[in-house]
């Protein structure tokens, strides 16, 4: 199973930036596909999940502000991010879990300037 992000970069405060994540290889059924974020010396923290059924969760500070959805046909994930601020920099990570087994992508940097 490979994971691939796309869509980080270098962005003013009060700017948006979509990412996306794609799902390729040996993937069945996609039970739920997410976001999550490291901040340098941060752990690493849950930003959004979506279900296969389509049910959203987000973690309190981007409610609001960023949108996920996904693409089940293709399995393909999107955040989109809205009215950045600089605590929203970070490394994004898509994880896809996938009959109790969860894949990771490499991470894309997004980076919010003041």
């Known amino acids: 199973v490979h994971v691939v992000e796309s869509g980080g970069g270098l962005v003013q405060a009060g700017g948006s930036l979509r990412l996306s994540c794609a799902a390729s290889?040996?993937?069945?059924?996609?039970?739920?596909m997410g976001w999550y974020r490291q901040a340098p010396g941060e752990q690493r923290e849950l930003v959004a999940v979506?279900?296969?059924?389509?049910?959203?969760t987000y973690a309190d500070s981007v409610k609001d502000r960023f949108t996920i959805s996904r693409d089940n046909a293709k399995n393909t994930v999107f955040l989109q991010m809205n009215s950045l601020k600089p605590e929203d920099t970070a490394v994004y990570y898509c994880r896809v879990t996938s009959w109790g087994n969860n894949y990771w992508g490499q991470g894309t940097q997004v980076t919010v300037s003041s």
């Open positions: 290889g040996n993937i069945f059924s996609i039970n739920a």
């Open positions: 979506i279900l296969s059924g389509g049910s959203t």
